[in-house]
């Protein structure tokens, strides 16, 4: 079955620049997308076809890929952006998330 | 704006089957793929399955022999059915509306916990 692996954990200071990656066999070829969960909440997309936001969704969170890696890039991190972040890609008919990423803002 | 709305039993006991029903308000039913998520207490995100308005499934194959999703396209709301529930099964269900291309899903309902325990 197909996975999505991301590191577990991301600490950034606030201010600075966040990367998180996710990667995956062929992941170029996939459209993956990103979501934000907070604590209690649902997850929130805010990176969808690799690049795109959705409406409301900061300037500051970009998306990218190369090759089997999709990058989720967050500029100038502010601590409301501390958060689990989730990739996401589809794959033989079936949805794979990734493990999730602990981003702390410190 | 569309909006998710969903509800079913929260407490389950083992062997015991978890029903639960998603309704869609304020936008279109059709065009979409309509998912179920859990997530265990602590955990990451998983993938149970999806419909479209047509009825057309998919699911997870760790979770297809147990799972049901179905559609009743005059109400604009679809089901989760899961047999056979362990404790393993306990987590927050989620419905959301997923998009044909790469299943991207840009609106999640609010979650519903369940816990199975004897």
């Known amino acids: 079955s197909y996975e999505l692996t991301q590191p577990p954990s991301v600490s950034v200071s606030p201010g600075q620049t966040a990367s998180i990656t996710c990667s995956g066999d062929?992941?170029?070829?996939?459209?993956s997308c990103w979501y934000q969960q907070k604590p209690g909440q649902s997850p929130v997309l805010v990176i969808y076809?690799?690049?795109k936001r959705p409406s409301g969704i900061p300037e500051r969170f970009s998306g990218s890929t190369s090759g089997n890696t999709a990058t989720l890039t967050i500029s100038g991190t502010q601590p409301m952006d501390e958060a689990d972040y989730y990739c996401?890609?589809?794959?033989?008919?079936?949805?794979?998330f990734g493990g999730g990423t602990k981003l702390t803002v410190l | 704006q569309v909006q998710l709305q969903q509800w079913g039993a929260g407490l389950l006991k083992p062997s015991e089957t978890l029903s639960l029903t998603c309704a869609v308000y304020?936008?279109?039913?059709?065009?979409?793929?309509w998912s179920w998520i859990r997530q265990p207490p602590g955990k990451g995100l998983d993938w149970i399955g999806e419909?479209?308005?047509?009825?057309?499934?998919n699911y997870n194959p760790s979770l297809k022999s147990r799972v049901t999703i179905s559609v009743d396209t005059s109400k604009n709301q679809f089901s989760l059915k899961l047999n056979s529930v362990t404790a393993a099964d306990t987590a927050v269900y989620y419905c959301?509306?997923?998009?044909?291309?790469?299943?991207?899903?840009?609106?999640w309902g609010k979650g519903t916990t369940v816990t199975v325990s004897s």
């Open positions: 959301a509306r997923g998009h044909t291309t790469a299943r991207y899903m840009d609106v």
């Open positions: 304020g936008g279109s039913f059709s065009g979409y793929y």
């Open positions: 419909i479209n308005h047509g009825g057309s499934t």
């Open positions: 062929n992941l170029g070829d996939k459209y």
């Open positions: 076809q690799e690049t």
């Open positions: 996401q890609a589809w794959d033989s008919s079936t949805v794979v």
